[in-house]
């Protein structure tokens, strides 16, 4: 009988093949090492009930992909929610439509910017300006040096120059 990713002691062996590592990996893209446990065991769950259609070969291919599609989907809703927030603050004000059709051209042409930029530079970015997070604290919580928090800022900052003129 061949193994198969179903029967327990072959998931326990992908779990300590592969479970550090995904958090790793997650981890770096997030920036909370919570939410990258978080997003491993969501993964791992996810193996679990879908066992009998992967194979061994393509476990660690399933984990990787299901950890990052989830944690793409975490960073579309906080856009979700930020287009969201940011439409109740437009809305409190007596303008002219002229004034909110430009508003709203300038949100979506940011957006845009914002999500062209590189993952690095946007999740820079987006620390400091939506979570006005310090550099340091940026720096911690990615564990980087200050000095390269500064620099994907500046290299952020620039680009999303290049972006606005060229929108």
């Given at each position: 009988m061949s193994e198969s990713v179903c029967q327990n002691k072959v998931f326990e062996s992908l779990?300590?093949?592969?479970?550090?590592?995904l958090v790793?990996?997650?981890?770096?893209?997030s920036g909370s090492y919570s939410r990258a446990e978080d997003l491993m065991q969501d993964a791992f769950s996810k193996l679990w009930k879908e066992c009998s259609k992967v194979s061994i070969?393509?476990?660690k291919s399933f984990l990787f992909t299901v950890a990052n599609n989830a944690f793409l989907n975490e960073i579309k809703h906080q856009k979700i929610v930020l287009k969201f927030e940011q439409k109740g603050h437009s809305e409190r004000s007596n303008v002219t439509p002229q004034y909110l059709l430009e508003e709203k051209e300038f949100k979506e042409r940011l957006e845009q910017a914002?999500?062209?930029?590189?993952e690095g530079q946007r999740v820079v970015f987006l620390m400091n300006?939506?979570?006005k997070m310090?550099?340091?604290?940026?720096?911690?919580r990615l564990d980087l040096s200050v000095?390269?928090?500064?620099?994907?800022m500046h290299k952020a900052l620039t680009e999303?120059?290049?972006?606005?003129?060229?929108l």
């Open positions: 779990f300590h093949k592969y479970a550090e590592s790793n990996f997650m981890y770096y893209k070969e393509k476990a914002i999500a062209a930029l590189p300006r939506i979570e310090k550099y340091k604290e940026i720096a911690e000095k390269a928090i500064e620099k994907r999303l120059r290049k972006i606005a003129v060229r």
